[in-house]
């Protein structure tokens, strides 16, 4: 991952780091590929804990196929697709990994996997009676017109720490109900009033506070940004 949400920021980076992965590996006579994509943004519209698993059982059963966590997943299902040796087209590959998605075996999969480590067999059909839910939860409105034209990733993840969804310290504990959800695109236009985000948390003051530190890390604009391809390369054979 390269940009404002990567642990290097600067594509030149991410590139080299990937290619010394990639080295690594297939130095130790194991296949492998990286691929390079944009985290200017959120990959999807929730960050948090059970915000998250939820996305991810909506994108698995087809309720919500997000276009940029959409791209990436197929996109590395189809690169270990290939590694793997069960084909060797991209084209073919792209292939299964999109019918595993679309003909809901992927979330059959899922649901076993998540039966065979403790959880609930019927975890996937009813994953919102089993995730935990924030007390709080409130919409962070925009004070201002205009297009979402930059995004600063590492401090909206900053904010869901904020919240308790992440440690700061290795000893803290983590509130597994909190975070965001509905986080806005670059490039969507928005009126004053509109949400930028929905805020969950454990208090109104931890709301509060969550709210004012994802409006600073929004930039609006009055024009529509360039939109960078979200998948940027492929390293590898």
């Known amino acids: 991952k390269s940009g404002s949400g990567a642990f290097m920021a600067a594509e030149d980076q991410a590139v080299r780091l990937a290619e010394s992965l990639v080295g690594v590996a297939d130095g130790a006579g194991t296949n492998a590929s990286a691929v390079l994509t944009d985290m200017n943004q959120p990959l999807a519209s929730a960050a948090g804990?059970?915000?998250?698993?939820?996305?991810?059982?909506?994108?698995?059963?087809?309720?919500?196929?997000?276009?940029?966590?959409?791209?990436?997943?197929?996109?590395?299902?189809?690169?270990?697709?290939?590694?793997?040796?069960?084909?060797?087209?991209?084209?073919?590959?792209?292939?299964?990994?999109?019918?595993?998605?679309?003909?809901?075996?992927?979330?059959?999969?899922?649901?076993?996997?998540?039966?065979?480590?403790?959880?609930?067999?019927?975890?996937?059909?009813?994953?919102?009676?089993?995730?935990?839910?924030?007390?709080?939860?409130?919409?962070?409105?925009?004070?201002?017109?205009?297009?979402?034209?930059?995004?600063?990733?590492r401090e909206v993840g900053l904010a869901v720490v904020s919240l308790g969804g992440g440690r700061e310290r290795a000893e803290d504990a983590v509130d597994h109900s909190v975070g965001l959800t509905d986080v806005v695109e670059l490039g969507t236009s928005i009126e004053a009033g509109d949400a930028l985000a929905v805020v969950h948390a454990a208090t109104a003051e931890d709301a509060e506070k969550a709210a004012s530190e994802i409006r600073a890390a929004i930039t609006l604009g009055d024009t529509t940004p360039i939109r960078e391809d979200v998948i940027k390369a492929r390293i590898g054979r």
């Open 49 to 153: 804990n059970a915000v998250e698993v939820l996305n991810a059982v909506q994108f698995l059963t087809g309720e919500k196929w997000e276009p940029r966590l959409l791209e990436v997943t197929l996109t590395l299902a189809t690169e270990m697709i290939i590694v793997s040796g069960v084909e060797t087209e991209n084209k073919k590959a792209r292939a299964k990994a999109e019918s595993a998605l679309e003909s809901g075996s992927a979330a059959e999969v899922f649901a076993k996997m998540v039966s065979a480590l403790g959880g609930p067999a019927d975890f996937v059909d009813r994953a919102t009676d089993y995730l935990p839910r924030a007390p709080v939860i409130v919409e962070v409105l925009s004070e201002a017109p205009g297009y979402i034209s930059s995004i600063d990733t």
